[in-house]
């Protein structure tokens, strides 16, 4: 599990900091968001999320734990939670646990006002500065 650096990188090469907070590693995919004020566990496992990066728009991600029953599925069809507060080290440890990039700290609100504004855009969510090739 990671606790450094990490980042969210748009194709168009705006580059979001953030901290990470779970699996490391790198992950591609269409960066979207959420505006739901619960049910973060069940996004994550909904099937139309498959192979995109969420952004959460709440202040506050994790904060009432995890629960198998609150899943949409059997496993998160999403690749990377992107948040600006992660609420508990539950939802960051359910993350880790099913190999998923987590990253808090994050201007959501810029990345939501990016993605509606520009539209969808592929993106890469990174766990630490060496997936980027900074030094």
């Known amino acids: 599990m990671s606790s ?5 990188v748009l194709e168009d090469g705006t580059v979001f900091n953030g901290r990470s907070v779970a699996a ?3 992950v591609f995919g269409e960066a979207v968001f959420t505006t739901a004020m619960t049910g973060y566990q069940e996004t994550i496992t909904d099937p139309s999320y498959a192979e995109q990066l969420v952004c959460f728009t ?3 991600v994790g904060n009432y734990g995890v629960a198998d029953e609150r899943g949409e599925s059997d496993r998160p069809h999403a690749k990377a939670a992107i948040m600006r507060r992660l609420g508990g080290r539950e939802w960051a440890d359910w993350l880790s646990l099913h190999g998923l990039v987590g990253l808090e ?6 990345l939501v006002l990016r993605l509606r504004e520009g539209g969808s855009a592929r993106a890469a969510v990174v766990s630490d500065e060496s997936a980027l090739g900074i030094d």
Do not use: C, N, S
């Open 4 to 8: 450094g650096l990490g980042y969210l």
């Open 24 to 26: 490391e590693g790198a």
């Open 58 to 60: 709440a202040p506050m």
């Open 105 to 110: 700290d994050v201007d959501t609100r810029a």
